[in-house]
């Protein structure tokens, strides 16, 4: 489906590095279960609509007490993003490179209650310290993966996900989907978020 022709945030979205912003859309392949040597360390990848390698994701994905680490198409850590443990509502914190510290934190994610039918995330970045209204937010079914990504608690859309099928995801089992992130969006930072959403997916699974 052809995706709205939008113009160039006039304010570049950059969270994780100015070296994923782009002044045009940027579609993304994401893929789980990956069958791969490229991506033995992981089985999660993103790549673009070439099936370059962009990001690469390190980590277990069925413990909740396993931090992930992102890699750039170099194999260089660009972020660290962990749930936070002992929360009331899901919360996972994303971290500069491989640190966990303070100092180097990033933005934290959040569900906006516990109990979900839909996706509803909020994002708020580290500056944002009283946390009252958030920066970004996520909605949808990641189900479905139809979630969509806005700028706080407007109607503006930054990125939205949509599904892909081919023939070779049914026959290997891959979940795989597409992302388009809007023009001068850090399209980095979109594919950490849906880290955190699989990541969450994942936990809930666990506590059935």
């Keep these: 489906m052809a995706q709205p022709s939008v113009p160039p ?12 912003l782009a002044p045009y859309p940027v579609d993304l392949q994401v893929v789980r279960k990956i069958l791969s040597d490229i991506l033995t360390e992981g089985n999660f990848g993103v790549t673009d ?51 966990t510290e303070e100092k180097d934190l990033l933005f934290t994610v959040k569900r906006s209650s516990v109990i979900q039918l839909k996706t509803k995330l909020h994002v708020f970045l580290a500056n944002n310290t009283k946390g009252e209204v958030c920066d970004f937010r996520v909605e949808g079914s990641w189900l479905e993966r139809s979630c969509i990504i806005y700028a706080g608690e407007s109607n503006t859309i930054i990125a939205q996900m949509h599904k892909k099928h081919t023939i070779q995801s049914v026959v290997l089992g891959k979940g795989k989907f597409m992302v388009t992130v809007y023009p001068n969006v850090d399209y980095a930072f979109i594919v950490a978020l849906i880290v955190i959403l699989d990541g969450i997916n994942n936990e809930d699974k666990e506590d059935e």
């Design 9 to 20: 945030l006039i304010n570049p979205i950059t969270v994780i590095g100015p070296q994923f």
């Design 49 to 99: 609509i070439n099936g370059n390698i962009m990001f690469q994701v390190k980590g277990k994905f069925l413990s909740i007490r396993d931090r992930r680490v992102m890699l750039d198409a170099a194999g260089t850590p660009i972020v660290t993003l962990r749930p936070k443990l002992m929360t009331v509502h899901d919360r996972w914190e994303a971290f500069r490179g491989e640190s």
